[in-house]
């Protein structure tokens, strides 16, 4: 069973950081596409970053380049997110998910859509 759960969310200033972790479970963690995405109040989920896990490439989306890093740790079956320079338009649920069949970048920019299996996200606020 194909499972994830986040943590590390929290309220914070604006220009202030966080540092989100996702554990895994139930799938090929070394040989998939894993990513972060948000959905704020009011509006549709979005795509925030993905990494490829087995050669570490990333994706961005343009909202959070240079101020958002997507990491993973394959052997604890972990991918993080750091998140610095906050601001208030960040505030949102954020939570992960992955796929083995898409790359990094279809799935942060469409491929998320049509998967059926999320963690219960963790929350960031951000206060301005």
């Known amino acids: 069973e194909v499972q994830f759960v986040e943590s590390g969310g929290g309220l914070v200033q604006a220009g202030g950081s966080l540092r989100l972790s996702c554990a895994a479970s139930?799938?090929?963690?070394?040989?998939?596409?894993i990513g972060w995405f948000r959905q704020a109040p009011g509006k549709e989920r979005e795509g925030v970053s993905c990494i490829s896990s087995s050669d570490g490439s990333t994706y961005y989306a343009d909202s959070v380049k240079g101020r958002f890093t997507i990491s993973s740790d394959n052997a604890k079956n972990t991918v993080y997110l750091q998140m610095n320079e906050l601001k208030p338009e960040d505030t949102a649920v954020y939570y992960c998910?992955?796929?083995?069949?898409?790359?990094?970048?279809?799935?942060?920019?469409?491929?998320?859509?049509?998967?059926?299996?999320w963690g219960q996200g963790t929350l960031v606020t951000v206060s301005s």
């Open positions: 139930g799938f090929t963690f070394d040989d998939a596409a």
């Open positions: 998910a992955a796929d083995t069949a898409l790359r990094k970048g279809q799935l942060c920019r469409w491929g998320y859509k049509y998967l059926n299996v």
